[in-house]
């Protein structure tokens, strides 16, 4: 046990000093969080002026764009960890480390919160001063929703680390682009009605419409559904196991394949 | 008696080619053998089979009499590479970087063993600057203290002088003579350096299209082939003349 977790602290660390070593990096952390909340606040400070349905509910856009980019910055940091490697051609060292697949998926999983929470509370801190909003209004249940995303984030990391492992540094421009194939069905900024009929099954079958329904619902109607955190959570551990399935899938198929040897830019 | 490095009729075969075509050797305790052959004759797809970082079509890799396969984990603790191909993450310092690999394997006191192999390899000058920054031989001096991070027993080291001035050259030779004189080690050396194989290694493989065609110790194959160097015999051998 502890031999496990002084490598997962090894592979923390490489992460670790690679942002302490950079201020441009913590800055470009920081500043697209900041930017597209900045953005969305203000937004949605002109859709609670002018529109029924956000009428007196100033902060529900602003909420879920904030909830929306936490499952971004999540899903990109955990993908750019594992590119970081193969930026540095680092891929092979790292494979023939001892260090076992489980012990790295913890390992990026947390350094990847890490990264996340640098990008993102600079950006939550400033909305209230600039829209006299708080997320912390969605009180307890912000906990479980973040940690729902958090989990569907680490969920999209794996898959797209999946086809980075299988086929290399090719399979980049997926990473960048699978949020954004999801985020119209996840209902991030409309209730799920908005969708045409056979689009609302498909999503019903993501944990995204379920968190961020329920978000809306909480500072809309102010109370609490706990069936449809539970709902997400239900599907967001069946993603995960298949995520988790696919990486070592992928692992064994690159092992056969040979793509793990000399993996670089 | 086992020998640390026992490659058992190894196959790797791809869809379109045979990578690996039935090869078997050994290496013993303190012994570096030579493995030589032309460019994509299955040096280091042989390598990468025997860290686990390929699945051989058939065959066996034991390390320490125990299946690379089945034991990738325990046996990766004693085992360490180094190849021009690969690299360190350019933007830590050498020092960072020998603090993370140390943690990956486990090293018991850590500090220890960076002041050692900083001591050892002179990498005093640069260990607080960036990997990254530094010239090749510096580089490749850093890179060799990685891959005895975890004080090995068993090196691979593929081309590891490759690039490299005289200078830097003969240092490294120098201090793999000096380590598997002081340290318990079996290496295999991949290398096109025919003056490094004949000075360094006590038997050499001489591989082409994925099998060894030759074997023996350098003076051996030159008696054999009735050649003055190994880069005739390896020239020999390689353009099939008879």
Redesign the interface.
């Known amino acids: 046990m502890k031999n496990s977790l002084n490598r997962m602290y090894g592979l923390y660390l490489r992460h670790f000093f690679l942002i302490r070593n950079s201020f441009p990096r913590v800055m470009d952390l920081i500043y697209w969080p900041t930017i597209q909340i900045t953005l969305w606040g203000f937004i949605s400070k002109f859709f609670s002026m002018y529109s029924d349905y956000y009428n007196n509910t100033v902060g529900v856009i602003l909420t879920c764009a904030i909830l929306y980019d936490f499952l971004f910055r999540s899903s990109i940091s955990f993908n750019m960890l594992f590119l970081e490697e193969i930026y540095s051609r680092n891929f092979t060292n790292l494979f023939i480390a001892p260090i076992k697949i489980s012990e790295i998926l913890i390992s990026l999983i947390l350094t990847a919160f890490l990264r996340t929470m640098i990008g993102l509370v600079p950006a939550i801190i400033l909305t209230t001063p600039l829209f006299g909003i708080s997320i912390l209004n969605l009180g307890i249940p912000l906990f479980f929703l973040f940690l729902s995303l958090y989990i569907f984030g680490m969920t999209l990391g794996l898959f797209v680390s999946s086809g980075l492992l299988r086929f290399g540094p090719a399979f980049e421009n997926i990473a960048w682009s699978t949020m954004f194939l999801l985020a119209p069905l996840g209902c991030i900024y409309y209730p799920i009605e908005i969708l045409p009929e056979i689009l609302q099954t498909i999503a019903k079958g993501l944990p995204l419409v379920h968190i961020f329904e329920e978000a809306r619902h909480i500072l809309v109607d102010g109370t609490v559904d706990y069936g449809k955190i539970l709902n997400a959570f239900y599907l967001n551990f069946i993603y995960f196991f298949l995520g988790v399935l696919l990486f070592y899938y992928s692992f064994n198929q690159a092992r056969k394949k040979g793509s793990l040897i000399n993996v670089g830019e | 008696m086992i020998n640390p490095i026992e490659v058992k009729n190894i196959y790797k075969n791809?869809s379109d080619k045979n990578a690996v075509n039935g090869i078997n050797f050994s290496v013993s305790n303190n012994e570096i053998v030579g493995l030589l052959g032309p460019n994509g004759c299955g040096k280091?797809?042989t390598i990468?089979i025997m860290?686990?970082?390929?699945?051989a079509s058939s065959g066996q890799v034991f390390i320490k009499g125990k299946d690379i396969e089945k034991n990738r984990?325990?046996l990766?603790?004693k085992?360490?590479?180094i190849?021009p191909?690969?690299?360190?993450?350019?933007?830590?310092?050498v020092r960072?970087n020998l603090?993370?690999?140390?943690?990956?394997?486990?090293v018991s006191k850590l500090n220890d063993r960076i002041d050692y192999l900083v001591e050892t390899l002179n990498l005093k000058d640069f260990l607080n600057q960036?990997t990254g920054e530094l010239s090749s031989g510096q580089k490749n001096r850093v890179s060799l203290a990685?891959s005895l991070i975890n004080t090995p027993s068993i090196l691979l080291l593929d081309e590891p002088t490759a690039s490299l001035d005289p200078d830097t050259g003969d240092f490294v030779r120098s201090f793999l003579e000096k380590y598997i004189k002081e340290n318990t080690v079996s290496i295999l050396l991949a290398s096109h350096n025919m003056n490094e194989v004949k000075r360094l290694c006590s038997n050499v493989l001489m591989m082409k299209n994925g099998q060894i065609i030759d074997k023996g110790t350098p003076n051996e194959l030159l008696t054999k082939h009735g050649q003055d160097n190994l880069e005739e015999v390896f020239l020999k051998l390689s353009r099939n003349e008879k």
């Open positions: 791809y280091t797809t990468a860290l686990g970082l390929l699945r984990i325990e990766l603790h085992m360490n590479f190849s191909y690969i690299e360190l993450p350019k933007k830590l310092t960072e603090i993370v690999y140390a943690r990956l394997y486990n960036k990685k």
